[in-house]
Structures are given as structure tokens and as C-alpha cells.
């Protein structure tokens, strides 16, 4: 997009939300990247100014000019707090002829939503998915279970629970390297001590009973996940979003290739670079999965192809749209409009299949050149910048906060000396 056609583009958007009488209030719960995008999609349809709700500031969205509001609550993250912040919340903002719309940003406000969901839709309107099902995709053997009863392909994967830290971890057919990650993330998320990373890659029975008593010392004291290790780059990382609608209709299929992730332990799994791709019987396969379950609302699907029996294998799906999952938005199908069809109007508009290529970043052109390992894949970055096919959202032009332009400038010159220092 030009510059011009930007200007264009928001002074229409600017003058459509001057004459529109908006039915809806977006709230949004958080306060990090994935809210700013959220945050960005619903300003750049509707040119509104949401109400962001938080625990703390963070840098991406405590500066910008993009939230009307940003109320903070230190104990938003307590699950008995929750529902009656919520409901502060819902009766200071609360107006006639208007629906609140209510969005979480993460796994745990998500799951609040979800646990409060009788209580919250006294105030709000949102979509997502049921406590069973959900219960289903974030215990993950739970998760892997359903995956067989499905027939969908995932990594080799064991069980152990670290209550049980005398019993070793015990399997013949266990092949390392193998990958050791926590099943209850929200548990994990709350847990702070040395050493901790989000995937712990090991090499031996050794590694392995290090990492499982490390865990069981920082008190989580749930199941973790041992699971073969994939080979491959980044770029063998896939990432599917869909939005299925309050009734169980998937309405948007997005499919993007990993380009790059964070590679700082604390980080791995978060992509900061994707390139959107078209591959329908993939597509289809997860509009089935979510269908046969009866999803609704977002989800981001985290998947990865192994070369050596050709296959793509699923390892989780986030119940909520994904921190890069904005590149929905980049295609031309606005995460915010989605939400605002649905929840607010009670549209049904037909499914749609993403077939554009555009290159969603959040890093610098110089972190992409350097580090896009894969020649074709670094070739075709080059391409879609020459062509203007690429987007970076943190920079988005309507956000006027010169503070936040000099964080952000910051943190671009951070990002080439942590993948120059982290290897992963």
C-alpha cells in the first residue's frame, strides 16, 4: 500500500466512524503484542479507539494512540478477581444501544472468559469455545487423545508426571533428541525460577531427568510432554488461524509458513516473521477437526512438516488468535470485522480460503536477510519487500506516539543481536 492510498484509506475510515453510530464497544483483555494487533485491526476497519483492560503496562501498547482507554488492574490475573473486574469494567463502559464486545489476548484471560462464561454474558457478547472443549485442546492428553479418535498426525509423544519425581521416565522406544515442554501452560506461566524456558531440547535419558527434576524443584506439579523431535528449521513450522462462528461454522481459513521464530529460550515457538500460503486440503483437514468438535471462536493451530514421511504433524492448538495471527488482517480478512459480523450482527457470510501471499514481520529487513537460513524462502522475503508485499504491524502509521516510535526503534536494533546471540 502507498503512502497516499494509506492516507486515503484512513480518511474514509475516519469519516465512515464520524457518521456510523457503531453498535458495539470493543474491550479487549491484555495488554501485550497480541493486544495491539487486536487492537490495530479494529482502528484500521472501524477507525474505533477500543478499551484495553490490563494487570500492567507493557511497552507495545502503554504509548500508543491506538486505545481509547487502558485500565489496569493488578489482580486481573487472579481467577476469583476475574469476573468482577469484568463486571467494573462492563458497568463503567456500559451504553445504551451498544454491545460490549469482549476479546482475551491470552490462554489464561481466555480461560477465564470461558469459566465465567454464564456470568460475563449478562455484560458482554464473545465468542469462544465451550469449557469442555476447551479442556479437550489445552490439556494436551486430552489434546493428543482427541487427535487419534480424529486421525490427525502429531509427533511421537509420552507422558510424565512430575508429582512422581522418584519414578524415572522410562520408554525403550523413546529416540533422542527429544523436546520437553509443560502440559498445563497456564500452570507453567505463573511459575518463575532459573533456567526456565518455554521448550527444553534434550539429548539424553540424563537431560531428560535433569529438566523433569528441575521442574518438579519450581513446584509444578502437573504432566509434562516428551515428544520426538522433528527436524528442521524454522521454516518446516506451519501456522493455521481460523475463526469458526458462534455456531460452529468455520467462516476463515488461514494457512501461513514460518519464516523465523524467537530463538531466546523463553521465546521459542513465537513467530516473528510468516509468509501466508495457500494449501487447501491442509486447510480443509483443520475446518474438519474443528467442526467435528463443534469449536467456535479463533483458534491458531501450531504445526510442523517432517520430511521424512512427508506428512504435516499438529502439535497444539491455541484456543484464541495468535500473537502473529494478524497476518489475517495483512490478507484482507480483518480479525476485528470477523468478530464484529458474528458477535455483534449476526451475519453468515460464506467460508473463505486466504490465497493471498503477503510476508507478515514483526523483525527488520536486516534480521530477515541474515538469518532466513532456507535460500528460496530468503529469496522470496527479498521479493515480497521489493514488491511491497510485506507488513511489519508494530509500525502502524496511524499510531501517532513519538515515545512509542523510539521503543520501537529500540527493540528493532535488539532483535539482530538476539538472533546473532541465540541459536536454537
Excluded at 419 to 424: A, D, E, F, V
Aim: aromatic share 14%; glycine share 4%.
Amino acid at each position: 500500500m502507498t503512502l497516499l492510498s494509506f492516507i486515503i484509506s484512513r480518511v474514509i475510515d475516519i469519516l465512515e466512524a464520524i457518521m456510523a453510530d457503531f453498535n458495539f464497544i470493543p474491550i479487549i483483555v491484555g495488554t501485550d503484542l497480541n493486544t495491539y494487533n487486536v487492537a490495530i485491526s479494529f482502528h484500521e476497519k472501524y477507525g474505533i479507539h477500543p478499551i484495553l483492560i490490563g494487570s500492567a503496562p507493557l511497552s507495545f501498547t502503554e504509548y500508543s494512540t491506538i486505545p481509547d482507554k487502558i485500565d489496569y488492574y493488578p489482580e486481573l490475573h487472579q481467577p476469583s478477581e476475574f469476573p468482577k473486574i469484568l463486571e467494573k469494567v462492563a458497568k463503567k463502559y456500559q451504553t445504551p444501544g451498544k454491545k460490549l464486545l469482549l476479546i482475551g489476548t491470552s490462554d489464561m484471560y481466555v480461560r477465564y472468559i470461558v469459566e465465567n462464561e454464564a456470568f460475563l454474558k449478562q455484560y458482554y457478547v464473545f465468542n469462544y469455545p465451550s469449557l469442555k472443549i476447551l479442556n479437550q485442546l489445552q490439556y494436551k492428553k486430552n489434546f493428543y487423545q482427541l487427535c487419534d479418535q480424529l486421525g490427525v498426525d502429531y509427533p511421537r509423544t509420552f507422558f510424565y508426571d512430575c508429582r512422581q519425581i522418584d519414578v524415572p521416565f522410562e520408554d525403550d522406544q523413546a529416540q533422542y533428541p527429544l523436546i520437553i515442554k509443560p502440559s498445563n501452560v497456564v500452570k507453567y506461566y505463573d511459575l518463575h525460577f532459573e533456567g526456565k524456558k518455554k521448550v527444553y531440547r534434550v539429548n539424553s535419558k540424563a537431560e531428560v531427568e535433569t529438566v523433569l527434576k528441575r521442574l518438579h524443584d519450581a513446584n509444578y506439579d502437573d504432566e509434562v510432554i516428551i515428544q520426538e523431535y522433528i527436524p528442521g528449521e524454522d521454516t518446516s513450522m506451519w501456522d493455521g488461524v481460523l475463526y469458526a462462528n458462534t455456531q460452529g461454522k468455520v467462516k476463515l481459513v488461514a494457512l501461513g509458513q514460518v519464516v523465523l521464530q524467537e530463538h531466546t529460550p523463553t521465546a521459542i515457538g513465537n513467530y516473528t516473521a510468516i509468509i501466508s500460503r495457500y494449501n487447501l486440503p491442509l486447510m480443509q483437514k483443520m475446518q474438519g477437526l474443528l467442526e467435528k468438535i463443534g469449536y467456535t471462536g479463533f483458534a491458531n493451530f501450531d504445526i510442523k512438516y517432517d520430511e521424512r514421511d512427508h506428512k504435516f504433524k499438529l502439535f497444539e492448538i491455541n484456543i484464541r488468535q495468535g500473537r502473529s495471527s494478524y497476518y489475517i488482517t495483512q490478507t484482507g480478512h480483518n480479525m476485528a470485522q470477523l468478530l464484529v459480523d458474528d458477535c455483534v450482527n449476526q451475519l453468515d457470510p460464506p467460508i473463505t480460503y486466504n490465497e493471498r501471499t503477503f510476508l507478515f514481520t514483526i523483525v527488520p529487513k536486516v534480521v530477515l536477510r541474515e538469518f532466513v537460513s532456507d535460500p528460496k524462502i530468503n529469496r522470496e522475503c527479498r521479493e515480497l519487500i521489493k514488491q511491497k508485499r510485506w507488513g511489519n504491524p508494530l509500525f502502524y502509521r496511524a499510531d501517532k506516539s513519538l515515545k512509542r516510535k523510539l521503543f520501537l526503534a529500540a527493540r528493532q536494533l535488539n532483535y539482530v543481536k538476539k538472533y546473532r546471540n541465540n541459536k536454537w
